[in-house]
């Protein structure tokens, strides 16, 4: 009977072993999985497939820190980026990464001349060249504030997470309603109204009441996104159109500020935003998204008046100087010769 059960024993151990040995994932072996080593945001675009946002590859230049033949890196680096070997020590100085980044978005000739001579000189592993993206803004302060909340609210599907089994995963395209012809017109007339009138802020939006869609957006003052470091949270705030994102209590019958979202296979309309009621001069709704509007010194206007085809609003906020109405008149008046020139009424 013991040699029996020493058999079993046996047995089952030999089992055990085999199934260790034979499958990994039972073993507990990691396996490490093949992600994307680059995530590509997205591209935001207009109604009429005009770039507002995009990602724009550049060929970056970085340098070991602690370069093993620095010495030589930095002068065969001197010859082709008009640098001295002592320009280059001091940028690798101040450094506190592995890699010091010395020049950004140099030619695809010139990285390959560096590329032959640092193989040349045995110094490939110590200069780095990497091609990778930026975002840029095409309409530099135009939308400014609509487009910085696209970018924020659509993060995760401007930028996805890596994808497996591919080298680089490309984000979905974000489509926005906003017409940039439309967009520079109320510009335009905002910038007007607040040189006029010196108020904390101007809010502005024109609504195309053929299909719902908001075609501009304004916060003014503007900034350009492509250097917005230096400006404040609160100049970024999209005063007009903030609750039609992220208040879901607060939105127009209709209205879409994001026409659709893409990838490569599918296109998903996006139908939110909404609730119901009637485009009216006195909608309350509209006013709420124009939110801290001194309605005296505000106005909503149908352009056609006899058919209407656009809902204009154009208002100030704590303005210093002269409150009466003709300079709204007078903004909302050049929207809608500009909209006239552009054959769009």
């Not at 045995?122 to 840029?136: C, F, M, N, Q």
């Not at 809010?203 to 908001?214: G, P, R, S, Y």
């Not at 001069?281 to 998204?289: H, P, Q, T």
Request: proline residues 3%; negative net charge.
């Amino acid at each position: 009977m013991a040699i029996l059960s020493l058999l079993v024993l046996v047995v089952v151990v030999a089992v055990l072993a085999d199934l260790m040995i034979s499958n990994d994932s039972r073993a507990g072996k990691y396996i490490n999985p093949n992600v994307a080593s680059q995530v590509v945001r997205g591209t935001i675009y207009d109604r009429n497939g005009r770039a507002l946002a995009m990602e724009v590859p550049k060929n970056n230049l970085y340098l070991r820190t602690k370069a093993e033949n620095f010495d030589i890196s930095s002068q065969v680096l001197s010859i082709y980026l008009d640098l001295t070997p002592d320009a280059i020590a001091a940028k690798t100085a101040t450094s506190t990464t592995e890699l010091t980044l010395i020049r950004s978005d140099i030619s695809t000739e010139l990285m390959d001349e560096i590329k032959a001579a640092a193989a040349k000189n045995g110094v490939s592993s110590d200069i780095v060249l990497v091609k990778e993206y930026s975002r840029t803004f095409p309409a530099a302060f135009h939308a400014a504030q609509l487009i910085e909340e696209t970018e924020r609210v659509f993060d995760n599907v401007l930028s996805p997470a890596p994808g497996y089994d591919q080298s680089t995963t490309y984000g979905n395209n974000v489509y926005l309603s906003v017409d940039l012809d439309i967009q520079y017109l109320l510009d335009l007339a905002v910038q007007q109204v607040y040189e006029v009138q010196q108020p904390e802020y101007c809010v502005a939006f024109i609504l195309d009441v053929t299909n719902a869609q908001i075609v501009a957006s304004t916060t003014y003052p503007f900034y350009d996104l492509n250097d917005s470091a230096n400006i404040s949270e609160g100049q970024k705030v999209n005063r007009t159109l903030v609750s039609s994102i992220v208040r879901p209590d607060i939105r127009v019958s209709d209205i879409s500020v994001v026409s659709k979202v893409t990838d490569y296979n599918a296109t998903t309309e996006i139908s939110e935003y909404t609730t119901a009621s009637d485009y009216t001069r006195d909608l309350e709704v509209i006013k709420s998204m124009a939110r801290g509007i001194d309605y005296e010194n505000s106005a909503i206007e149908k352009i056609p008046a006899e058919h209407p085809k656009y809902l204009v609003l154009v208002g100030s906020v704590g303005a210093k100087y002269y409150v009466g109405s003709a300079v709204f008149e007078y903004a909302i008046a050049s929207i809608e010769e500009g909209l006239a020139a552009q054959n769009k009424l």
